[in-house]
């Protein structure tokens, strides 16, 4: 990882493709990339006022926060 980046070039760690990133003889755990993606499981329920799924391109742009507030704002208009 170099400047946050897989190799200094690529920003995420799971994709589907990018092949210059994987080796075919290493296990998906030794490659640089895999396609196995993070997933949490949370509780959605009446308390619940909405779900963001995004992906780099909102994250190289926002935190958490500003992203929540983004929603918000545009959720109230």
Do not use: H, Y
């Amino acid at each position: 990882m170099q400047d946050g980046r897989v190799n200094g070039i690529i920003a995420m760690s799971r994709a589907i493709g990018d092949w210059q990133f994987k080796k075919q003889s290493l296990p998906q755990e030794k490659m640089a990339l895999t396609v196995n993606p993070d997933i949490r499981s949370r509780p959605i329920g009446p308390g619940t006022n909405f779900v963001v799924i995004a992906c780099d391109g909102i994250w190289d742009c926002m935190s958490s926060k500003q992203c929540c507030d983004f929603v918000m704002m545009a959720k109230n208009k």
